[in-house]
């Protein structure tokens, strides 16, 4: 029982309510972005949810949290059905091949960049 107490006292009440805050705004702002997308056009959705991933990233990052939760957490209130699947994996297409080598989480064994860089293309590229 004092080991809970200790805890309580000893917790970082700042970036606790930060947290609190940040969770009461995404549901009520998440319930009006959904309102949102359901009333736009398919093209005026792309734009909307990529304003959404960012802002939910920087509201996570402001809370305290780690951004890939805010871009988790962006893409569970998002509906596959308001984008068109054709579009939706031309994106991902382009994204893996213009980001991935630039993220460039290659191993540190004997491979030339010229050599990874040539894998990856013929990977990503099926």
Same mark, same amino acid.
């Given at each position: 029982?004092?080991?809970?107490?200790?805890?309580?006292?000893?917790?970082?009440?700042?970036?606790?309510?930060?947290?609190?805050?940040? #969770? =009461?705004?995404? &549901?009520?702002?998440?319930?009006?972005?959904?309102?949102?997308?359901?009333?736009?056009?398919?093209?005026?959705?792309?734009?909307?949810?990529?304003?959404?991933?960012? &802002?939910?990233? $920087?509201? =996570?990052?402001?809370?305290?949290?780690? $951004?890939? =939760?805010? &871009?988790?957490?962006?893409? &569970?209130?998002?509906?596959?059905?308001?984008?068109?699947?054709?579009?939706?994996?031309?994106?991902?297409?382009?994204?893996? #091949? =213009?980001?991935?080598?630039? $993220?460039?989480?290659?191993?540190?064994?004997?491979?030339?960049? #010229?050599?990874?860089?040539?894998?990856?293309?013929?990977?990503?590229?099926?």
């Amino acid at each position: 029982m004092i080991w809970g107490v200790l805890a309580l006292i000893l917790m970082d009440w700042t970036r606790v309510s930060r947290r609190l805050g940040f #969770l =009461v705004a995404f &549901a009520v702002i998440g319930v009006l972005f959904r309102e949102l997308m359901r009333r736009v056009s398919e093209r005026d959705r792309w734009y909307a949810g990529l304003i959404w991933l960012a &802002a939910c990233g $920087f509201g =996570v990052d402001w809370s305290g949290l780690q $951004f890939m =939760v805010g &871009a988790f957490l962006a893409g &569970a209130i998002m509906d596959s059905h308001w984008f068109d699947q054709k579009q939706m994996d031309a994106l991902r297409h382009h994204l893996r #091949l =213009v980001a991935s080598w630039t $993220f460039d989480h290659r191993p540190q064994f004997m491979w030339s960049p #010229l050599s990874w860089y040539s894998c990856q293309r013929v990977v990503l590229c099926r």
